[in-house]
């Protein structure tokens, strides 16, 4: 069992930056890919990005390359999702979520999820 936490979201005008943090628990994080995903009003979930289980590999949504980054410490059982150059496009619910096999962009094969943090960007 994995609970995830994000957090970090908040108010910020275009070309700043946020850093959110996925904190969680469970012996069996490092075992588990992470995916960040978001979600604007009505519109569906989007995947954004995600690390592999041992923190090499890194993926990325095409609007989001060069300026969202994505790190894993283990030893913090934490995901890091770096938001450079924010945009208002960027707007959303950002959630982490935690997948055995790997990364996805199809959210529903992500077994764990953060409640969500809100990111503002405005213009």
């Known amino acids: 069992q994995v609970q995830l936490v994000d957090s970090g979201g908040g108010l910020v005008q275009a070309g700043g930056s946020l850093r959110l943090s996925c904190v969680a628990s469970g012996r069996t994080f490092s075992s588990y890919a992470i995916g960040w995903f978001r979600q604007a009003p009505g519109k569906e979930r989007e995947f954004v990005g995600g690390i592999d289980w041992g923190g090499s590999s890194t993926y990325y949504e095409d609007s989001v390359k060069g300026r969202f980054f994505i790190s894993r410490d283990v030893a913090k059982n934490t995901v890091y999702l770096q938001m450079n150059s924010l945009k208002p496009e960027d707007t959303a619910v950002y959630y982490c979520?935690?997948?055995?096999?790997?990364?996805?962009?199809?959210?529903?094969?992500?077994?764990?999820w953060g409640q969500g943090t809100q990111v503002t960007v405005s213009s």
């Open positions: 979520a935690g997948a055995r096999e790997g990364v996805y962009s199809d959210y529903t094969r992500y077994d764990y």
